[in-house]
């Protein structure tokens, strides 16, 4: 039996790293980015908003939205003297939801950065998510996109694809997907994992009905082989954390 058409019940822990690799490869070369720049948002201030008003919105809203209010408030100061009324309804008029929230978030965030951090975003996991609207998401994203550190930003593609390649037990929170990832991948291509497994899920291993049969990754997953179900990774998470998942 090849490795690529084991079983996978009985993958060992270091049978399952050798495939992590070998899918984030594949991943790489599915949907290169070639350079870091083409990685990269931009600034860590800029990719911190953004990531703010992306919460439950679509890319072309993000994007769309993200560029009206760099040209209006092009600057960390801009924003932070901004009354958080102004910016709910600019958030309002372009079809930004949740854009009350989100407003204030994006006000109070750039007063505290330019209060207690002087004008500079953080650098660390820590202290990223002491900031009003960003969970560990967000913080990984502003690490990954906005700095270039090594990352894994689980959004919704990397929590459901790598419950369905069995990269992580089916009921994993976000939180648990992130620490087995990092556990199976190595640190240098953790940066790449979120941007390919993104494109991957919006135009293959699609939230509903995965194209599994033109999927180059189908003979390293245990979803297109039956083994996992979609059942399976539906549901409550769990925390707690299998290493033979
Ligand atoms: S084989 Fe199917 S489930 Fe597995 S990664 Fe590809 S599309 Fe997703």
């Known amino acids: 039996m090849t490795k690529s058409s084991q079983s996978f019940e009985f993958e060992s822990w270091d049978e399952k790293k050798e495939r992590a690799v070998k899918i984030v490869k594949k991943l790489m ?3 290169p980015r070639g350079t870091m720049e083409k990685i990269l948002h931009g600034d860590p201030y800029f990719t911190l908003i953004r990531c703010i008003i992306s ?3 679509r890319d072309e809203v993000t994007d769309r939205v993200s560029k009206i209010l760099f040209k209006k408030y092009p600057t960390m100061e801009a924003l932070a003297a901004a009354k958080a009324e102004e910016i709910q309804a600019l958030l309002k ?5 949740l854009w009350k929230t989100k407003g204030r978030w994006i006000v109070e965030a750039s007063r505290i950065l330019l209060e207690k951090y002087r004008g500079k975003v953080p650098d660390t996991l820590e202290e990223l998510v002491k900031l ?6 967000c913080a990984n994203i502003v690490l990954a996109y906005g700095f270039g550190k090594q990352a894994i930003p689980v959004d919704t ?11 992580a037990p089916p009921k994993s929170s976000p939180e648990k997907v992130e620490e087995h990832l990092k556990e199976l991948i190595p640190k240098e291509l953790w940066i790449y994992v979120n941007h390919a497994m993104v494109d991957h899920g919006k135009t293959i291993c699609k939230p509903i009905g995965p194209k599994c049969g033109e999927c180059p990754l189908n003979q390293l997953c245990p979803y297109a082989k039956g083994l996992i179900k979609e059942e399976d990774i539906k549901g409550k998470s769990s925390t707690k954390k299998k290493k033979n998942a």
Request: glycine content about 18%; charged content about 30%.
């Open 93 to 97: 008029e372009n079809g930004v939801g």
């Open 132 to 137: 009003p609207g960003i969970g560990r998401k």
């Open 29 to 31: 070369k599915m949907y």
């Open 55 to 57: 919460q439950r919105n």
């Open 157 to 167: 593609h990397v929590h459901r694809i790598s419950k369905r390649l069995g990269l």
